[in-house]
């Protein structure tokens, strides 16, 4: 009960004047009194200077807790007591007659700005009460009133009230006023803070562009006047092409330079009624409203990527990107944003599949191929717990002597439906969706697993090779799945040999250099597959510390009808045996081809001439 009045009072309190406002009305109100009581001296009225007293002692007291900072307890204490002395002061002298009553008013005015309802109300009540009391004690006679003339200790009683309730509200209005300013400006404050809320909402905070909340607001709008105009909206979702490689080697401050960048000039390069929109990490969105047509939207594809293609410098180095971007348009593939932003990103996964810096339109097909790409993964997961994948072993023999000397792990998918599936069918899937790290430490585990199999029953020391995919590199714990794969089955790390592609090298940064390294320092070799095909540099052949060199099946199988190849393989192998490297050809599949490697000086062979992928027990028969 206690606590509901102290909140109720706390609630009622609408105004909280300085402490020193309120000590200056305290000094106030004791001249004034001090006034009194020097005319009340003078006069002789013995209860008019106890009174005066008496007020000027609560004065100070009131003073003296306001100083304190207990104003909750000073301003009902000095209200109440003012209210007393004058009430007294009034039935004992004038009644309604005197001047003192100019004082109810004054305390009444105060209590409201100052004091919780309840002291208001009861002030209130107390004054009417005591007004009553002295009606009644008039008119029964108990006491005669009397209007005293008036004089100049009269005026100075009433002019001392009246400049005392004037400074006092003067004061306290004053306060009101800075009080009303202060609010003013905190109101103007938040509504600037909501404002920038709100912008912030929907705005990218790296590249202040809209963000998706925003824009399927823009397309709704963008889709209602087209609905009018008879006109098209098109939705394009824009895609960096390798910006993970410059975020990973250059660092994510020159990246977020790089996003800033990007999305300036896209700026550029719309319309004043198409929208910019930065969806999240290297994406990006742009509305076209009002399309008239199919080949006025393609120029505006041209021009973005003619654009964004301009050289740009990140820390001191120039670079060049492109944009893989993905059309779906209003109305025919579809009436709202979400529909039109699926269809858009379909799109744009098939500019990327095209080999990226490319744009692609929506069509039917393409939904066709997303939902196909959507059962290969479900059937991949499951293929992961039902154990349907399964190794087959091509051989690797030295070109000299026919002797086995390696046999590369080629994974083979035993599909409930589509029986033997190789990986060209499954592999890209796998990538995008991140399963091939899953699959790539099974591998690894049953490779070396076979091999300790195979020593056991006699097979001389051969290395097992492993290929390796990029998204196992940057996403899977690469290091730690090695290890692992030779502490539970054994295996020396020296016969283990893990195959990369020239890609995952070219953009080495400085993570891949150190894995790499660490790697090596396991025991582990590294071979390059498909050699020659990619963007073949000789220091990353050095800085990566490789074993071996696969020189790509496409050079081998004409090398001896095309001079060119024939050319291309020669200098490999020089190469190769200049920076004390091994090589290996693959794709050898008749005699005449592997006598002209072999006089080439090609180290291994590998190919359907030696025997084709084979199971485990097919492999262990032919080598035996």
């Known amino acids: 009960m206690d606590a509901d009045v102290k909140k109720d009072e706390k609630v009622h309190v609408s105004y909280r004047p300085s402490v020193q406002r309120l000590t200056h009305i305290a000094d106030l109100l004791c001249i004034v009194l001090l006034v009194i009581g020097g005319r009340a ?16 002692v609560a004065a100070l007291v009131g003073r003296y807790l306001i100083q304190r900072e207990r104003t909750e307890l000073a301003v009902p204490l000095l209200l109440g007591v003012m209210m007393v002395l004058v009430s007294v002061s009034m039935v004992v002298n004038q009644g309604l007659y005197s001047g003192a009553l100019l004082s109810y008013p004054c305390l009444l005015i105060a209590a409201g700005m100052l004091a919780s309802r309840r002291v208001f109300l009861g002030l209130l009540v107390s004054m009417l009460g005591m007004v009553a009391l002295i009606t009644w004690i008039s008119l029964n006679g108990m006491h005669t009133y009397v209007a005293v003339p008036h004089g100049p200790g009269r005026m100075l009683v009433v002019s001392s009230l009246l400049v005392l309730g004037a400074v006092a509200m003067w004061l306290l209005a004053n306060d009101l006023h800075h009080a009303r300013e202060n609010l003013d400006h905190e109101i103007f404050q938040l509504e600037n803070s909501q404002a920038s809320l709100n912008y912030l909402a929907q705005h990218d905070p790296l590249t202040d562009l809209p963000n998706r909340s925003l824009i399927e607001e823009r397309v709704g709008n963008a889709i209602g006047r087209a609905r009018q105009s008879g006109k098209m909206v098109a939705l394009l979702f824009l895609d960096l092409d390798h ?44 509305v076209l409203a009002e399309v008239d047509s199919i080949d006025a939207m393609t120029a505006v594809l041209m021009r973005i990527q003619t654009l964004v293609a301009q050289p740009l410098t990140l820390q ?9 971007i993905g059309i779906s348009v209003y109305p025919q593939d579809g009436d709202d944003f ?19 810096n490319a744009y692609r339109l929506f069509s039917d097909e393409m939904s066709a191929d997303t939902y196909a790409r959507l059962g290969m993964e479900q059937d991949l997961r499951q293929a992961l717990v039902r154990n349907e994948f399964e190794l087959h072993y091509q051989p690797i023999v030295d070109m000299r002597d026919g002797r086995v000397v390696a046999v590369e792990a080629l994974l083979r998918w035993r599909h409930p439906e589509r029986g033997m599936v190789g990986p060209d069918a499954f592999i890209q899937v796998a990538e995008q969706s991140g399963l091939i790290v899953e699959m790539g430490i099974w591998v690894l585990q049953q490779a070396c697993q076979q091999m300790v199999i195979w020593q056991d029953e006699g097979l001389p020391e051969v290395l097992i090779s492993v290929n390796l995919s990029a998204v196992q590199m940057h996403r899977g714990d690469l290091e730690q799945s090695v290890r692992d794969a030779l502490q539970r ?35 582990v070799k590294l071979a390059i597959d498909d050699f020659g095909t990619g963007y073949s540099n000789l220091s990353y052949l050095q800085r990566f510390q490789v074993d071996r060199l696969k020189i790509d099946r496409s050079f081998v199988q004409s090398i001896i009808s095309n001079e060119q190849n024939r050319a291309i393989v020669t200098a490999i192998i020089q190469m190769a045996h200049s920076l004390k490297l091994e090589t290996t050809a693959e ?21 359907y ?6 199971s485990a027990s097919k492999f262990m028969a032919q080598v035996r």
């Open 41 to 56: 001296v003078a006069l002789g009225g013995e209860l008019d200077i106890l009174l005066s007293t008496l007020g000027v």
């Open 243 to 286: 910006f993970k490689i410059i975020n990973d080697s250059l660092g994510h401050i020159a990246g977020d330079q790089l996003l800033r960048e990007i999305a300036s000039r896209l700026k550029k390069v719309v319309r004043g009624g198409d929208t910019v929109s930065r969806q999240g990490g290297d994406e990006f969105l742009i």
């Open 316 to 324: 001191d180095m120039e670079l060049v990107v492109s944009l893989s």
């Open 338 to 356: 979400g529909t039109l932003l699926k269809k858009a990103d379909t799109a744009m996964y098939q500019a990327k599949s095209a080999g990226r």
């Open 489 to 523: 089955t054994g295996l020396k790390a020296s016969l283990l040999e893990l195959e990369l592609t020239e890609s995952m090298l070219l953009h080495d940064s400085e993570a891949s250099i150190l894995l790499l390294q660490r790697l090596k320092q396991l025991g």
């Open 587 to 607: 794709g050898i599949e008749d005699e005449a081809t592997r006598q002209l490697l072999a006089a080439l000086g090609c180290d291994c062979g590998q190919g």
């Open 609 to 614: 001439l030696f025997s084709r992928p084979v």
